[in-house]
């Protein structure tokens, strides 16, 4: 959130030049902006890899994160064979897994 209200506040001293400030005012709010930009497009780089290529989860450590990763959970086990046993004796299931 500070970083975008810097993106927000300094560009908008570029957008009114001299409005708010002098030059040196203009000259801070264009490295503010520039420094918090490229900030921001890195943090959103790392973020789309970090998310997408680089995220291994041990299974033991994070079970929700391998469930995520591979599709199954030990819950959705444990509840699809509650539902099993729920039906009488020869009736269709009326859970099936989803694979």
């Not at 959103?44 to 469930?67: C, E, N, Q, V």
Request: glycine letters at 10%.
């Amino acid at each position: 959130m500070l970083g975008g209200g810097a993106v927000a506040t300094s560009g908008y001293f570029l957008m009114f030049p001299f409005y708010a400030t002098d030059i040196a005012g203009m000259q801070l709010a264009q490295i503010v902006h520039g420094c918090v930009a490229v900030l921001f497009v890195a943090a959103m780089l790392a973020h789309i890899y970090i998310g997408t290529i680089a995220w291994k989860a041990p299974s033991r450590r994070w079970p929700k994160a391998r469930s995520t990763r591979i599709g199954r959970n030990s819950i959705t086990g444990l509840w699809l064979d509650e539902e099993k046993n729920k039906a009488p004796a020869g009736a269709t299931p009326r859970a099936t897994p989803a694979e």
